[in-house]
């Protein structure tokens, strides 16, 4: 069966949620020249988000899962900012020359960014699945039923 013990269901979210941080901070440093340990894991945690959004709506299409995890990473953002940035004053980013911003934390452009973001992420989601999780075990699984 797919994902038969919590080991294996562990070592699959640490793995997805490794390669999300990485590539965020990665991505972060490139745009902006440099980054903070917190956007590492928030970057984490946002692709393992994205990465469940993947799989808990196998029929949706690409743009439908996008738009779902624009609006997950824009409360987890928002989320992290409150805490990071205006309750420890870490002043990580700010948004607040931004229009239409939420205390400076979220704004309707990074939303966008995160949607267009999204597309890609949610293929390199199913191609990491595809890869590395669903067929390592011999187990092929069709838009979220498992077949032997």
Known sequence: ???????DTLRENFFVFAFGGVV?????????????WT??????FAFLMLYVIDIRL?????IIKSLVGCLVITLI????????????GLNIWDYSGK?????????????????????????ICRLIRTTFFEYASGIKKN???EKS
């Not at 069966?1 to 080991?7: A, V």
């Not at 440093?29 to 440099?34: E, P």
């Not at 953002?77 to 420890?88: P, R, S, W």
């Open 1 to 7: 069966m797919y994902k038969s013990n919590l080991i």
């Open 143 to 145: 838009r979220g039923h």
């Open 58 to 62: 196998p029929s949706a299409n690409i």
């Open 77 to 88: 953002e928002f989320f992290v900012g409150m805490v990071a940035n205006k309750v420890f």
């Open 99 to 123: 229009r239409f911003n939420l205390y400076g934390q979220v704004c309707p452009l990074f939303s966008c960014v995160w949607f267009l973001l999204c597309i890609p992420g949610v293929t």
């Open 24 to 36: 965020y901070s990665l991505t972060e440093i490139a745009y902006r020249g440099f980054t903070h």
């Open 39 to 44: 956007m590492t894991l928030t970057g984490g």
